[in-house]
């Protein structure tokens, strides 16, 4: 169970990835997607968990702030290497891209299919969606390889492995897919 505070965000190291804790009604679907992308995906990179209130500054500030801790980032800002953002809160991926901006990090956008699976579609900074037409198969080779450098402070960090497919069951995650741009 995520810790509880209404008044700021909260970065937290959870076993093999960070989980971003929002305020309000955004502690729940944040704690249900750490138990369903850790245990499945053993991937070390950014969970992003929204609401509507959040304050897209503060917020990117802080993710920063979480990749430091983590070993993503040294506190000059430079990137160890170019984390992936995810968002899995219901509605604007507003706040996530901006993030994903400001960190020069991919966006990853869970949206749950029909068949009951999660699919995760993938954004530049930019906003402009990676497809199989412009490097979505070089994107998901380096999430699958691990050949991105690893920070000094790796004990920090677990070991970068994800399924090839990238797509995960849709076991704990009940909140409303969120809108693409």
């Given at each position: 169970?995520?810790?509880?505070?209404?008044?700021?965000?909260?970065?937290?190291?959870?076993?093999?990835?960070?989980?971003?804790?929002?305020?309000?009604?955004?502690?729940?679907?944040?704690?249900?997607?750490?138990?369903?992308?850790?245990p499945t995906i053993k991937?070390?990179?950014?969970?992003?968990?929204?609401?509507?209130?959040?304050?897209?500054?503060?917020?990117?500030?802080?993710?920063?702030?979480?990749?430091?801790?983590?070993?993503?980032?040294?506190?000059?800002?430079?990137?160890?290497?170019?984390?992936?953002?995810?968002?899995?809160?219901?509605?604007?991926?507003?706040?996530?891209?901006?993030?994903?901006?400001?960190?020069?990090?991919?966006?990853?956008?869970?949206?749950?299919?029909?068949?009951?699976?999660?699919?995760?579609?993938?954004?530049?900074?930019?906003?402009?969606?990676?497809?199989?037409?412009?490097?979505?198969?070089?994107?998901?080779?380096?999430?699958?390889?691990?050949?991105?450098?690893?920070?000094?402070?790796?004990?920090?960090?677990?070991?970068?492995?994800?399924?090839?497919?990238?797509?995960?069951?849709?076991?704990?995650?009940?909140?409303?897919?969120?809108?693409?741009?």
């Amino acid at each position: 169970m995520l810790p509880d505070d209404p008044q700021y965000f909260r970065a937290l190291v959870q076993g093999d990835h960070i989980v971003a804790k929002a305020p309000g009604d955004a502690v729940g679907p944040a704690a249900r997607i750490a138990r369903c992308i850790g245990p499945t995906i053993k991937i070390t990179e950014i969970v992003v968990a929204h609401d509507g209130g959040a304050e897209a500054l503060g917020c990117a500030e802080l993710f920063a702030r979480a990749a430091v801790h983590a070993g993503f980032a040294t506190r000059q800002g430079h990137l160890w290497h170019k984390p992936v953002v995810y968002d899995v809160g219901a509605g604007s991926v507003d706040y996530a891209l901006f993030c994903a901006r400001t960190l020069d990090a991919t966006l990853a956008v869970f949206t749950q299919r029909a068949d009951g699976h999660v699919e995760l579609r993938l954004y530049e900074p930019n906003g402009k969606a990676i497809t199989e037409d412009n490097g979505l198969a070089a994107v998901r080779d380096r999430l699958a390889s691990g050949r991105t450098p690893q920070p000094v402070n790796s004990a920090h960090v677990g070991e970068r492995v994800v399924r090839h497919d990238l797509h995960v069951p849709h076991r704990h995650h009940t909140g409303q897919p969120p809108t693409l741009p």
